[in-house]
């Protein structure tokens, strides 16, 4: 393992090159005119992308910029800031900005709604805000974090009593003219906040998970050699805050044409042709993003510069793979990281052994083979409890094959959660005088090959008087029916017991209805073990979802559903 290696590295030769941040004046260096960020601008009257760009130069001289200016209204150092600005130059810049400043940007998902956004913002408790018009009109209205605000900033138009208004860079930037005057990059610590990123909250409250400047800068390492990602290549970046790695390690950010919070109904034209304008290597994206591209026909060669695919956020089907493979030239994967906000990457796993191997015991059961744990981090399996276990002890583990929670322990697994000491005492679990474990949340086991197999979460399973059952297992046994295109199992009280169910939805353009489909959903679950006792199936239109990824399943709301179909 290197976690002992990275451990041992001293403070006073990491210290200049653990801002995240440093990594752009390097590049800017060392190739000014290669792309940096290329962004979507509309189309032109023959309805093709027309796109703007910041090159390495330019976006570092753009961060420079704004860095002073946030920096002379008092956003410095340590001084939490909440960035709602959407995907943008503006974003990449910004968050540069704060970077170098060693400020700490607290990032939220817009599309989780008004409500949770004002507790997310609540329990940031940032004392500077940075926003679009929109955003600080929402701020003002619903009372954001108003008690702790004091330095607003708005992109765009002027208004709203902003503390500071950025309209537009000067124009220079983008014509290489410009000396702006370089802004001195924070030399930050290894164990000091860099960022607070938020949870999705699909399986409960979201949570804002504390990154430090060593959690980021050994993050970046670790994806780097994962998926040996080299300087030069061309990142088609379909979630934005993913897009951020891309300038760090070299890579340009193509940001495509689309809405990154509906990626399951993204047009896989603009897709194909942001690949093909820019010759793209590596393309990350969510499974619903996968699938809905994957379905496209008459597309042939035309990902034909992709050497990687990776995708997250959820487990990826094997058919979605499959289909999407075959798009792909010869000898290029699609990757399936595991991992959460708290703690990525943890485990890899390619196509070619999914679709070799792997698959065929998901169909019958087995769970879902995320892969073996990247170089550099310590992966356990525990026994399943739902209290806090406050210190490690060597008693917790599984032997092999044994189904239990994940525990992960690592330089870029998170510490904390930032206002969340309940939260934080359930997670993790103190090793003495050698960091923590981070408790995932998930089940799974290792197999005899030492590969990790995942489960479902632990709030997910489902516990009746005959035992417990674990959504992956079940439900990928029901998901081999050709005319259904995901399952759900939720438990629901009955009689004085829980009842499990399983909820479907179809893959659309069977004409199989839905009494015979169930009939046949029932003999499939007849035939395994762990899914004979399941006798409840609903049909559901359409399964709710995550807004981040489109791909994690709301099971707490089906389960709300459930219980009024169930009699």
């Not at 001289?61 to 002073?68: K, P, R």
């Not at 047009?267 to 304008?277: D, G, L």
Request: proline share 7%.
């Amino acid at each position: 393992m290197r976690l002992c290696a990275f451990k041992a590295l001293s403070r006073k030769r990491q210290y200049k090159m653990l801002n995240v941040a440093a990594h752009l004046p390097d590049l800017a260096r060392r190739q000014p005119s290669t792309p940096a960020v290329v962004y979507p601008a509309g189309r032109d009257s023959w309805n093709r992308v027309a796109y703007t760009r910041y090159t390495f130069r330019q976006l570092d001289q753009a961060s420079d910029h704004l860095a002073h200016q946030l920096n002379g209204v008092g956003i410095a150092r340590g001084v939490r800031t909440a960035l709602m600005v959407p995907p943008s130059l503006e974003f990449f810049a910004l968050t540069f900005a704060l970077f170098k400043i060693g400020a700490v940007p607290v990032i939220v998902d817009p599309g989780m709604g008004v409500r949770n956004l004002g507790k997310c913002l609540g329990d940031a408790e940032p004392a500077a805000f940075i926003g679009i018009p929109k955003a600080h009109l929402a701020r003002r209205l619903l009372g954001w974090a108003r008690r702790t605000i004091c330095t607003t900033v708005c992109i765009g138009r002027p208004g709203l009593g902003s503390t500071l208004t950025i309209r537009s860079m000067p124009r220079a930037i983008f014509t290489n003219d410009a000396e702006i005057a370089p802004y001195p990059v924070a030399e930050v610590t290894c164990d000091e906040t860099a960022a607070i990123l938020f949870t999705s909250g699909s399986t409960g409250v979201a949570k804002g998970v504390v990154y430090t400047h060593g959690n980021f800068s050994s993050q970046v390492e670790a994806i780097r050699t994962a998926f040996d990602i080299r300087p030069g290549e061309v990142d088609l970046a379909t979630f934005p805050l993913f897009a951020l790695f891309g300038p760090a390690l070299g890579m340009t950010a193509i940001v495509p044409d689309m809405n990154p919070t509906r990626p399951a109904l993204v047009e896989p034209s603009r897709i194909f042709e942001a690949v093909t304008n820019f010759g793209v290597t590596n393309l990350f994206g969510s499974p619903a993003l996968l699938n809905r591209v994957g379905r496209a026909s008459d597309v042939a060669g035309q990902l034909a510069s992709i050497r990687r695919v990776i995708s997250a956020g959820a487990p990826v089907p094997a058919n979605v793979i499959e289909r999407f493979v075959k798009l792909l030239p010869p000898g290029s994967q699609v990757y399936t990281p595991y991992g959460a906000t708290e703690a990525l990457p943890v485990a890899v796993i390619g196509s070619d052994e999914i679709l070799r191997e792997t698959r065929h015991l998901t169909d019958r059961g087995r769970g879902v083979c995320v892969g073996r744990p990247v170089e550099g981090i310590d992966v356990k399996v525990i026994r399943i409890s739902d209290d806090p276990i406050p210190s490690w002890d060597g008693s917790l583990e599984c032997t092999t094959g044994e189904i239990g929670e994940i525990a992960v322990r690592g330089p870029w697994v998170t510490p904390s959660y930032f206002n969340r000491p309940q939260a934080t005492a359930l997670a993790k679990i103190n090793v003495e005088g050698d960091g923590f474990y981070h408790r995932m949340g998930d089940i799974g086991y290792f197999d005899d090959r030492g590969r990790l197999w995942f489960c479902g979460r632990k709030a997910h399973r489902v516990v009746t008087k005959f035992g417990t059952l674990f959504t992956i297992p079940c439900e990928a046994v029901f998901n081999t029916h050709p005319a259904v295109f995901r399952t759900a199992l939720v438990g629901v009280p009955y009689g004085g017991d829980v009842r499990p169910v399983i909820c479907i939805e179809r893959e659309p353009g069977h004409a199989i209805d839905d009494e015979t489909l169930k009939r046949e959903l029932l003999e499939l679950g007849s035939k395994h073990p762990h899914t004979a006792g399941i006798r409840a199936l609903l049909v559901h239109p359409a399964f709710p979802v995550d807004i981040r990824h489109n791909a994690k399943i709301f099971r707490e709301k089906l389960a709300v559903w459930a219980v009024k179909k169930v009699r």
